[in-house]
């Protein structure tokens, strides 16, 4: 009977945040790396697996020694560069683009620092996989991924090896660690063993991999790691116990034979979902700010100038999305240093933003009559909605809203945001726009011939030509949400802002919701203004897709 294959794969797992910030984290990656090298001198079959691309490119910033010897043990097979991504990140709330751009920079500076990329993804402890991640994966040269969570009591897979499909036909093969990703001692490195083992012959597999290491603040698979590794080959003669890395694994699996799973890799710790609702938004606005930003700059024919500012930026964001800081589990040091870190990048876009509309405003002969007003859709697609801006021009006198072919278009003045209401007026109109295009509207100094009815909205009432949303004015509680279009109410009762005992974890892995101790009342509720247009709320959060320069 032919020896079933393991192999041994030692890792650090190394999160750069967490209990501790990223500078104490770096910390880690250098003595971890330094390490790992030592035990290489130490012990010549060692080998040693490690991913995200950011630490390589810190090395080589402040330790480019070590960089230079960790090369020497790529050329050599032991020193096994997994991953391919910046960071490991979370892998459910960043957008695609994002996740992208992970394999994008991370496979980038692989290829440059080593003059190889990665040729399996891993993410051993993000907290759940999106379905859209096979064809990330394989478009980015990945054939294989290596993952532990949702762990077999929280998600049952067909096998701990399967080819992951994709919607759009790309696949990978899946690897989820039957044991821990990591093992400190010897008692743990023959329990994964064991683990493996016996996966291995429920399922028909002849080969999978078995981690063992130091994990979470770094630290090398050890001596005694080591040594108990060579102690296990000589007792189980009956196994083909080898060391190496996850490549190994996966460059010698035939995927056709392998199970196939489609969708989501979910199931683990739903509290990182809903945590720091703050954080999660500022990550979103980032990533439309700086999408925002990137084609601005070609649109304008200024890339150039903005390319190095706009990488880095994307680089500092996707350390942020690093699992445990997006999903809110890292200390809160560590969180606000990611917002201080996203912050900066919204501020780089917003100035590449600034310059590029001044750019693209000035290529356009604007003289004619009235105020020109340039919208200007960084989109793929063909914009067909509203458009909000501030008007200086004349706002203290009625004023006349044109589209480019010169009709007449119905427009909201609202000052509610304004300070100086004879100086300025926030406009509101419905506006189309095409796809990477501009149009150009104009303000007249005439009185409008279609100013527009407001809707019908009682005090208490919200709508939209989708939604109208009742409001008890006595508690501030949304009692009727009504689909205008499928004829629905949405509610099944009040929805009010109520507060329990919660004992939950961060993760919301263990403790429970408890009793109900009290629901928030407004004290006020009131109507602030009601337009003829309805109110789209992109400019709340600053993510409103097009961009409007009066002038």
Not at 435 to 448: C, N
Not at 466 to 490: C, H, M, N, Y
Not at 526 to 540: I, S, T, V
């Amino acid at each position: 009977m032919e020896r079933k294959k393991v192999t041994m794969v030692g890792n650090s797992h190394i999160d750069p945040v967490w209990l501790w910030r990223d500078r104490e984290g770096y910390q880690a990656v250098r003595s971890t790396f330094a390490s790992a090298l030592e035990r290489m001198k130490e012990f010549p079959e060692f080998c040693y697996t490690a991913s995200s691309s950011a630490f390589y490119v810190w090395l080589e910033r402040y330790c480019p020694d070590m960089l230079e010897e960790i090369r020497q043990r790529v050329e050599e097979g032991r020193w096994h560069l997994a991953g391919g991504w910046w960071v490991e990140p979370d892998c459910n709330i960043p957008g695609g683009e994002s996740l992208i751009r992970q394999g994008l920079y991370g496979q980038r500076e692989l290829l440059r620092l080593f003059g190889r990329r990665a040729t399996c993804g891993y993410n051993v402890d993000s907290f759940g996989h999106q379905a859209g991640l096979p064809a990330i994966l394989a478009g980015q040269g990945l054939h294989g991924y290596v993952f532990m969570r949702p762990q077999p009591d929280q998600l049952t897979l067909p096998a701990p090896a399967f080819r992951w499909e994709g919607e759009d036909g790309s696949t990978v093969i899946g690897e989820r660690c039957e044991g821990e990703y990591c093992a400190w001692t010897r008692t743990a490195i023959v329990e994964n063993l064991d683990k493996t083992l016996a996966a291995m012959e429920r399922c028909g597999l002849d080969h999978l991999p078995v981690y063992y290491g130091v994990g979470n603040h770094g630290g090398c698979p050890t001596i005694e790691n080591i040594k108990a590794i060579r102690e296990l080959i000589l007792e189980r003669p009956e196994l083909d116990m080898q060391n190496g890395g996850p490549d190994d694994f996966f460059g010698s699996v035939d995927s056709a034979a392998l199970p196939a799973w489609q969708g989501e890799l979910e199931g683990c710790f739903p509290g990182c979902f809903t945590v720091d609702a703050e954080l999660k938004r500022l990550c979103r606005d980032t990533e439309a700010a700086l999408v925002k930003a990137e084609i601005l700059s070609v649109m304008a024919g200024c890339e150039e100038q903005t390319h190095e500012q706009l990488r880095e930026s994307w680089k500092l964001l996707l350390f942020c999305q690093f699992h445990d800081t997006l999903a809110g589990t890292a200390r809160k040091e560590a969180r606000d240093d990611a917002v201080i870190d996203l912050h900066r990048c919204l501020s780089v876009a917003r100035e590449v933003i600034g310059g590029c509309l001044q750019l693209l405003s000035s290529r356009f002969d604007l003289r004619g009559d009235g105020f020109p007003l340039l919208v200007v859709n960084p989109t793929d697609t063909p914009w067909d909605g509203l458009v909000e801006t501030d008007i200086e021009w004349r706002s203290k006198f009625p004023m006349r809203l044109k589209d480019a072919a010169g009709n007449e278009q119905v427009y909201d003045a609202s000052v509610i945001r304004l300070t100086a209401p004879d100086t300025r007026k926030h406009f509101v109109f419905r506006g189309q726009v095409p796809a990477f295009g501009v149009a150009v509207y104009r303000l007249m100094p005439e009185a409008p011939t279609r100013p527009g009815v407001p809707m019908d909205c009682p005090e208490n009432t919200l709508e939209n030509d989708f939604l109208r949303a009742r409001i008890d004015p006595e508690t501030g509680a949304l009692v009727s949400l009504w689909d205008k279009q499928a004829g629905q109410e949405l509610l099944s009762g009040p929805a009010e802002l109520r507060v329990y005992e919660d004992d939950r974890d961060t993760w919301g892995a263990k403790g429970d919701i408890g009793a109900l101790r009290g629901v928030y009342r407004a004290e006020k509720v009131y109507r602030e203004e009601n337009g003829a247009l309805p109110h789209e709320p992109w400019a709340e959060r600053g993510a409103h897709p097009l961009v409007a320069d009066p002038g």
